[in-house]
């Protein structure tokens, strides 16, 4: 028997076991093929390594996704860490490579996934509040909302959840610096029932101005390896 005699079932079943780029070489065999590629029950989960990923073609958004990851555990998550006026030239540019990578495909799924359930962002340092507000508003049924180090989520988020997150059951907000004990006191009180968690995230030195005081700049320079 052949691959095409299949029916439908059996070959979403089989595309399943395949990662990505297996499913993209598959589907370029034929078009049957390419039709079960296409097909928004294939696609309820998305995981990615890497920025990289998100601009490839590998992969279908739809309103059939329910999970969504994005872990970006790279070297350069420390450079997009940096505050952007203490940036140098070459770190600016490294950035700029990249920085309106995540921002723009959390929009694309704003519009084509309002059935997501879970959402996780690890080193994604560009997203911003904004970003994830519009995701908020935009996946009503969101129940799980996982970030850990992002560096420009602040308490502005925190308040988007307690307005936008009617749904939402867990919040992780880890190593993400510019969130405050206080931010956290208030969106407790806003959501008694949310499951609450942010490692380190109020413990951290947040963001200076670049205005700053000597005393701040010398206190951050004691917490950085020498």
């Known amino acids: 028997m052949h691959i095409t005699q299949l029916n439908r079932e059996c070959l979403l079943h089989l595309f399943s076991f395949l990662d990505k780029d297996s499913r993209k070489s598959l589907a370029r065999t034929c078009s049957q093929l390419q039709d079960v590629f296409e097909d928004p029950a294939l696609w309820p989960l ?11 073609d590998n992969f279908l958004l739809s309103p059939a996704l329910r999970s969504l990851s994005i872990c970006w ?3 350069r ?6 505050e952007d006026w203490l940036k140098s030239t070459f770190q600016r540019s490294i ?3 990249h920085e309106s990578l995540v921002n723009d495909f959390l929009l694309q799924v704003c519009d084509r996934c309002p059935n997501l359930v ?5 080193g994604c340092g560009h997203v911003t509040d904004d970003c994830l507000a519009r995701l908020l508003c935009c996946c009503p049924r969101l129940r799980a ?4 180090n ?25 190593f993400c610096r510019n969130v405050s004990a206080t931010g ?12 609450l968690r942010a490692e380190h995230s109020a413990a951290m030195m947040p963001d200076q101005l670049p205005g700053s005081t000597l005393a701040a700049r010398m206190a951050v320079r004691k917490l950085l390896p020498h």
């Open 73 to 75: 555990h790279s070297s």
């Open 118 to 122: 879970s959402v996780t962002l690890a």
């Open 95 to 97: 950035c700029s490579q």
């Open 145 to 148: 909302l996982r970030l850990e």
């Open 46 to 56: 998305l995981h990615f390594h890497s920025l990289t990923e998100l601009k490839k």
């Open 77 to 82: 998550v420390q450079v997009c860490s940096i």
């Open 184 to 195: 956290l006191r208030s969106l407790r009180a806003a959501c008694p029932r949310l499951e």
């Open 150 to 174: 992002c560096a420009r989520v602040t308490n502005r988020t925190l308040t988007a959840v307690a307005a936008h997150g009617r749904a939402l059951q867990t919040l992780h907000v880890d």
